[in-house]
């Protein structure tokens, strides 16, 4: 089955202590972004890869660092989390085959994270 | 900059009626993609529909089309006979298809549809 998936789905943890949300996609695309979602303000776009080793800012990437090393896989690393990180973020991807038609990207199914 | 405007919070429609849901943008780049997507209380993100910006005609998908009015910068969804099951966040979003891909969403609107 296509899919996007996230882990962990649910995470509560504590300010100054690292931690790293994983996303993984078997769809061989080539492009993955990271959004986050918070009430009044829609999804915003944190980072963004459009293949292997090349990653670009999103709208809010302040507090987060992206790596791609592998085509499948987009972790999102929060090294010192702070309580305004506390929101629901989105892995997505999409394949840059179809850029000129505008391929949907297909969503994870978000991972809620609360910082105290 | 882009920008995607969503003005209405929330809506509600009687079931079996159609509800047009408005998103209004702004860009200067020539190419782009303006994508609709559901969010239930589940909380997955559905697409629904696309519009390219040099597409001629309006997107349809089933009980959901694009009304593009690429004058005004306007990409309102139409939903026509309403279920109970279209109740959920809509988000409009626009996509820049020549340059890095980024992606900006409208803040939602949250649709009701009653009995």
């Known amino acids: 089955e296509a899919q996007v998936t996230q882990n962990p789905r649910y995470l509560i943890t504590v300010t100054g202590k690292k931690l790293t949300v994983t996303c993984s996609q078997n769809?061989?695309?080539?492009?993955m972004s990271w959004y986050r979602q918070d009430p009044g303000l829609g999804l915003r776009q944190i980072y963004y890869?459009?293949?292997?080793?090349?990653?670009d800012k999103g709208d809010v990437p302040e507090g987060y660092k992206v790596s791609r090393k592998e085509k499948r896989n987009f972790p999102l690393i929060l090294e010192s989390p702070s309580p305004n990180q506390t929101s629901l973020y989105f892995c997505?991807?999409?394949?840059?085959?179809?850029?000129?038609?505008?391929?949907?990207?297909?969503f994870g199914p978000g991972t809620r994270l609360t910082v105290l | 900059a882009q920008k995607i405007t969503q003005t209405q919070p929330g809506m509600f429609v009687q079931e079996k009626e159609a509800v047009t849901l408005d998103c209004t943008y702004d860009t200067s780049d020539p190419s782009y993609g303006l994508f609709w997507y559901k969010q239930p209380s589940s909380g997955e993100m559905i697409f629904l529909i696309y519009q390219g910006s040099y597409d001629q005609q309006n997107a349809t998908e089933g009980r959901y089309s694009l009304n593009f009015q690429k004058a005004r910068k306007s990409a309102n969804l139409v939903i026509s006979a309403s279920q109970l099951g279209d109740s959920a966040m809509y988000f409009c979003?626009?996509?820049?298809?020549?340059?890095?891909?980024?992606?900006?969403f409208g803040a939602g609107t949250r649709l009701f549809v009653k009995a």
């Open positions: 979003a626009m996509r820049d298809l020549r340059g890095g891909f980024k992606t900006i």
């Open positions: 890869s459009m293949n292997v080793e090349v990653t």
């Open positions: 997505a991807s999409s394949p840059l085959a179809g850029r000129a038609t505008g391929d949907t990207q297909y």
């Open positions: 769809m061989n695309h080539e492009y």
